[in-house]
C-alpha cells in the first residue's frame, strides 16, 4: 500500500480500472526488463502500482515492462541499417490530475485518483529499433495507431510489412502505443490502453443521453449492435429510452414519415437465437417486428460510465516524452533507445491523423516539462477533428449525423470564426503559446473534401478566402485520389463495385507520400525546406462549391453526377457544456439541433472531369479515365450521397467510335494515345517532372515507368 493510504476490500486494479480483473503478481516493485506473459505483463504492472514505487510529484511513465524482446523480419538486414529487433510491452503511468496541461481533458475531475492525486492509466507498446542503435538515424517514427491497428510502415512500404522496407531502411526507430479509451487491453490484439472511468464524487455513476443510429439494415435482422464500451444503458427498461424510425432524410438530418417504436417493441437484447423479447443484453437492441432494410432507426438512451477518453492524448504524451527523454522508469528500468533519439516525427492515419491533430489542438505536444514531443508531424488524408475528449463519445466515428469533429478549429494559424460565432483560435492556439508547435506536412485525397469537411481548413466556414497557412506548414491535396489512395497499375478497369454507384478509384498517393515524408524528415534534421503546398484555393478558382456547374463537370453518359452527394459541415448545438474551439465536454443536446449547413467546397475539375490542382501522381498526368474524390451510394435510404472515404472511376472508351456511339465528351484511349510509345513518353516526362518537384523518389520512378511497360504489355490496350 502506498504511505497513508486506507485499506480496502477492492483491489487496487478493480478501483481504478474496473473493467479489467487480472490475477495480481508476486512481484513486489520490482521493475526490471524481462519477459513476462500477457496474462502476468498486467497483473505485475497493477503490482508495482499498488506497492508503491517512489513517484515525482508530475510522475508519468512509472513501470516500463517487457512483454517480449526477439528479432524482427527474422533478423532481415537493411541495407547499411542491419538488423531490427522488435520488443513489446507495458507501460503504467499516472498524470497530474491537477496540472494545468492536463485541465482540458473532460471529465478528468470525476476519474478515479490513486492516493498521490495522480490518474493512472496503462498502454501497450511497440517499439521496431536497429540491433545497432548507431547504425540508426537518431529519428523516432511514432505512429498514431488506427482503432489500435499499425498503420505507419504500411503507408509507405510495397509488399507487405517489412515488404521493401522502407521506413527501416531510413534507420529510424518506429515506436506505436496504445491511445484510444474505449479499446481496454482486455479486449484483444493491436495497441490498447486502460484509461479511468469517470464517477461522482459519491461513487455514483455519471450518466447521460446519447444517440445511436441504425441505417441499411441487412432484411430479417431483429439484432443489433449498440456501440460498446463506455456507452452502456444505464438501464435495460426501454420506457426511457426512445426509437424512431424515417422513411428519408435530408443531409441536414431533417427526417421525413417518422415513427416512434413503441417501448414494447424493442428491448435491450439479443434476439438472434431466442424469440423478442430475447435475452437481455445491454450490448444489443432487438426490434420486435425486425429491421426494415428500407427504413433508419435512430436511439436514444441514457447511458452510463463514460471513460475519461482524454487520458489516452495524456499517455501518448507522456509514452512518448519517456522514450524520447529519460533514462529509465521510477523504479530504475532502462529506457531501451535513451540517448540515441534526436527527433521524433509522428504521422497519424485517417482517424488516427484527425486525432493527432486533435493532440497538438489541445496542447498535448508540451509535455510535463515544458519539453517538445514531436518535432515533425504527417496529419495523413484527416479532414476534420474528432470526438476524442468528449463523454460518451465513440472516437472510432468519422462525420455521419450528429458526430463531432468539423465545429472547428479544422484550420492551423489563429482565425475568427465569425460565421458560428466562435473566439479566435486555431490548432496550433496553444503550441504556439508554448514554442512546441510540430513543423506539418498535412495530406489531402478527395474524401477528405467530399466526405470529411476537410475544405472548411482551407476556405474557412464562409468558404470565400483562403486562410493563410503557418510557416510551419505544408498542405498537399492528392488530386483526384480515394482515401489513402487506390492499388494503382496502369490498367483501364470497367467494373463497377456495389455498394457505390462508380468503380473504385486506382490512382494512387503512396509514391508521393513516400517522397513527402523525406522531405518532412529534412525539413526536421535538416532544415531543408518541402517542396511548396499545392491544393485548390478560392483565390484561383479551383476550390469551388459542390454542383456540377461550379466544378465544370462534363456531361458523362450513364454515370451519376456529383450535385447533392458532398457532405457537408453541420452548425450544431451541442449544448452549453461543449466547448467547440477545443471538440471536447459534455454533449447535453441529444441529438444536437442543426443550426446551419456550412459551405463545403471540393475541387474544380477539367474537361475529363479530373481535379486541376494538387499534386498530380504519373498515373493521373497520363489518364485512362476520370479519378473522382467521390462515389455516391448507389441505393437505400441514402442513395446519392457520398459513401464514407470513397472515390470513383469511370474509364474513357477505348476507341473514337465507342465514345462517339455513346456521347462520351472525353477524348477516347486511342485518341489520346496512338501507341505505347507515346504513352510511355509521357509517363516518363511525368515522373521526371515529379522527382524534379521532390514529389516522387528517383527509384519509385524507375519502378513506375517499370510497371507502365509490364501493365500495357500485359493489357494490349495500345499497339507498340
Known sequence: MYPGSIC???????RYFPRLRPILSETKGASVIRIVSRTALVGMAVATLAVGVVRRADAQVTTLTVKSRAPFANGQAFGSVGPYEEITGLVVG??????????VITDIDLAPRLPNGNVAYRTTFTLRKPVDM???????????????????????????????????????????????????????????????IAKNPDGSSVTGRVVERFINVAGNLNTQSLAG?????????????????????TQAGVKG?????????????????????????????????????????????????????????????DVVSFFRYEAQDAAGTPNPIFGQVRHVIGMGNSQAGRFAKAFINLGFNEDMRGRIIWDGLNPRIAGMLGSFN???????????????????????????????????????????????????????????????????????????????LPDNVRRYYHAGTTHGGGMGGFKLGTASTNPNSLANNPNPERDIDRALYVALVDWVVKGTLPPPSAYPRVSNGTLVPATSAAMGWPNIPN???????????????????????????????????VKRVIPTLVAKVDADGNDVAGVKSVLFRVPLGTYTGWNPIASGILKGRERSLAAGYIPFAKTKAERLASGDPRLSIEERYPNLWTYYSKAA??????????????????????????????????PD
Open 8 to 14: 480496502r476490500k477492492q483491489p487496487v486494479e478493480s
Open 94 to 103: 499516472e498524470i497530474g490530475a491537477r496540472d494545468p496541461r492536463n485541465a
Open 134 to 196: 548507431t547504425k540508426g538515424a537518431g529519428v523516432v517514427f511514432y505512429n498514431v495507431v488506427n482503432r489500435g491497428r499499425h498503420q505507419g510502415p504500411e503507408v509507405f512500404q510495397y509488399g507487405g510489412d517489412p515488404g521493401d522496407g522502407f521506413l527501416y531502411r531510413l534507420g529510424q526507430t518506429v515506436l506505436w502505443s496504445g491511445w484510444q479509451g474505449d479499446m481496454p487491453i482486455s479486449g484483444g490484439d493491436g495497441e490498447r490502453i486502460d484509461v479511468p
Open 229 to 249: 464500451a463506455g456507452r452502456t444503458p444505464l438501464t435495460l427498461d426501454t420506457t426511457s429510452a426512445t426509437l424512431i424510425s424515417a422513411t428519408s432524410e
Open 257 to 317: 414519415g417518422i415513427r416512434e417504436i413503441a417501448s414494447t417493441d424493442f428491448a435491450f437484447a439479443d434476439c438472434r437465437t431466442v424469440p423478442f423479447p430475447g435475452t437481455p443484453d445491454p450490448s444489443r437492441i432487438c426490434v420486435k417486428s425486425g429491421f426494415d432494410p428500407a427504413l433508419l432507426y435512430e436511439l436514444v438512451y441514457t447511458a452510463k460510465d463514460p471513460y475519461v477518453l482524454g487520458v489516452g492524448m495524456a499517455a501518448m504524451r
Open 390 to 468: 468528449t463523454r460518451f463519445a465513440q472516437p472510432g466515428d468519422i462525420a455521419e449525423l450528429y458526430y463531432p469533429g468539423g465545429e472547428g478549429p479544422l484550420w492551423w494559424g489563429d482565425y475568427k470564426d465569425n460565421v458560428r460565432s466562435l473566439p479566435t483560435w486555431g490548432i496550433l492556439h496553444r503550441c504556439t503559446a508554448s514554442k512546441t508547435c510540430p513543423k506539418i506536412t498535412e495530406t489531402y485525397g478527395g474524401p477528405e473534401f467530399w466526405y470529411s469537411r476537410g475544405s472548411v481548413g482551407i476556405a474557412g466556414p464562409s468558404g470565400k478566402e483562403d486562410l493563410p
Open 559 to 593: 454515370t451519376p453526377k456529383p450535385d447533392g452527394v458532398i457532405n457537408s459541415v453541420l452548425d450544431y448545438d451541442y449544448g452549453p457544456a461543449y466547448r467547440y474551439n477545443d471538440s471536447s465536454g459534455v454533449i447535453t443536446n441529444v441529438p444536437p439541433r
Open 685 to 718: 516526362t511525368a515522373a521526371a517532372e515529379l522527382v524534379n518537384q521532390r514529389f516522387l523518389l528517383p527509384d519509385d520512378a524507375v519502378r513506375l515507368l517499370k510497371q507502365v511497360l509490364t501493365d500495357m504489355e500485359a493489357s494490349k490496350l495500345l
